[in-house]
């Protein structure tokens, strides 16, 4: 069986992934105010 990862990919943020996205931003700041999770996979 298949995570929900593997079914959506761009769509599906853990709660560690948000939480260095979250602190990536406090760091060096962020391109737009309002991220998706496409975005905050980028920021990793």
Known sequence: MRGPKALSP????STVQLGRAMLTVVRHGSPTPVLESGDIERLR
């Open 10 to 13: 761009g769509n599906i943020t």
